[in-house]
């Protein structure tokens, strides 16, 4: 008989999710044709560069203000945190990046962004765009403000909202870090977020338990040599033989060195000596980019590359004073890892509210960076971080057919389809914060 009344009890919990699931689906449409769609618009027409998102941060921190929301503006530059406090229960932050490119829109689409602004790395005046869909993220934050405000009653403790600048720049997270962000707000018992991708089909969400980006690690290598002249090569020690030498060297880390199931790529992406054709320069410069999706992975690498460069400098004969330097840039970004058990929680509570149809496991291709670890690591904090599709699933029929090719993120032709991308980020980040906070 006890057997029965909780399986009667299981079941009644089941249908009343259910049918809330389904309310919640109603309203976040009801809220996207009536509000968030111009939302979106606004934003997408009026993309910021990184660090200068001056009028994106104003207006989040007016809409963030008007759900209900107390408010924090200029945290670690233009970022902004808006807090609510709801009873008893845990702190949950929700992540949103707000900036834009400075590409040229060339979609093609009406609402194409004609915006220009000062690129504050060159000084130039540039056209901007959100070619890498962060208008998506900041819309969607704005109506998870507006439905978990709504849904008071529903849940307990502190929701921390935060519209991050820099992301595009890899600075944005360690800035608002370096703001004693926790410090001024309270340290997260869980963090979420998530990114749209052109790569998936719109308003599916692709999670997974392992690690969806990368590390990366900005490395240079400064290679000392002895000048002379090119016809007598004997007379010194040539920095782009040897430059040479350590770009073949470096090929065999990921290839000998890591396990053949653990990513990781070493690229030297620019090459510079010399100035003449008859001249041996004393000098070269590799510029080389390094990602990893695990710590030890990305000590492998690290020390191999200096190991490498070091060495081959000894067997060139160069002094020890005058072997290659490694500098490993402070700019690196640790890699995004998910943590395994919320992310089976959460995998479970969207399949559960918005259909198995709607929840893939997909890994990521490619070995893109993320700024998000840097509010997850030093304290360690549970972490999700998800993706929502963008692209129609007739795009990808069509690329398959032979028609045009789905723009990839940063590219002048990059769209995403708004409607399907903005409700599903709604909808799939009010559903977490409802499992973590659920009273």
Not at 155 to 163: D, E, I, P, Q
Not at 382 to 402: C, H, L, M, N
Request: glycine content about 10%; aromatic content about 6%.
């Amino acid at each position: 008989m006890l057997k029965r009344v909780i399986g009667l009890f299981a079941i009644l919990i089941s249908y009343s999710f259910s049918v809330s699931a389904t309310e919640l689906g109603d309203a976040v449409q009801k809220d996207y044709d009536e509000y968030l769609a111009s939302l979106f618009d606004h934003f997408h027409r009026n993309p910021e560069l990184s660090t200068v998102e001056n009028e994106t941060a104003r207006r989040m921190a007016l809409e963030l203000s008007l759900a209900g929301f107390d408010v924090t503006e200029g945290v670690g530059g233009t970022g902004v945190v808006a807090m609510m406090k709801n009873g008893v229960g845990p702190l949950v932050m929700m992540r949103a990046d707000m900036d834009g490119l400075p590409v040229e829109e060339k979609s093609g689409l009406e609402n194409a962004s004609r915006a220009q602004q000062k690129d504050p790395v060159t000084g130039n005046m540039v056209y901007t765009m959100h070619a890498c869909g962060h208008d998506v993220h900041i819309t969607s934050l704005v109506g998870t403000a507006r439905h978990m405000a709504a849904r008071k009653d529903e849940w307990s403790g502190t929701l921390m909202l935060v519209v991050q600048p820099a992301e595009e720049r890899v600075m944005g997270a360690r800035a608002m870090r370096e703001d004693d962000i926790w410090g001024r707000f309270g340290t997260p018992d869980y963090a979420l977020a998530f990114h749209v991708s052109s790569n998936n089909i719109a308003g599916v969400i692709n999670v997974s338990e392992g690690s969806p980006y990368a590390g990366a690690d900005t490395v240079d290598i400064i290679i000392h040599g002895v000048g002379a002249h090119g016809a007598h090569p004997h007379r010194g020690k040539d920095p782009i033989v040897l430059g040479s030498q350590i770009v073949l060297a470096l090929q065999t880390l990921v290839a000998r060195e890591l396990s053949p199931r653990d990513p990781g790529v070493v690229t030297v992406g620019s090459f510079h000596s010399g100035t003449k054709h008859n001249i041996i320069s004393d000098r070269a410069h590799l510029q080389l980019t390094v990602r990893n999706t695990s710590l030890e992975t990305r000590e492998i690498l690290l020390n191999g590359i200096t190991r490498i460069a070091e060495n081959m400098g000894r067997v060139a004969g160069l002094p020890e004073d005058k072997l290659p330097e490694v500098i490993i840039s402070n700019e690196s970004v640790p890699p995004t890892i998910n943590d395994a058990r919320l992310a089976r929680r959460l995998k479970q509570s969207w399949s559960e509210s918005l259909g198995d149809d709607a929840v893939v496991d997909i890994p990521t291709k490619g070995m893109g960076a993320e700024d998000f670890p840097f509010f997850t690591v030093d304290p360690n904090i549970r972490s999700v971080y998800w993706a929502i599709g963008g692209t129609p699933q007739a795009d990808f029929a069509a690329e398959k057919a032979g028609g045009a090719a789905v723009p990839s993120h940063h590219s002048p032709l990059f769209k995403i389809s708004p409607q399907p991308a903005v409700t599903s980020g709604v909808e799939s980040t009010v559903v977490a914060l409802m499992e973590l906070m659920s009273k």
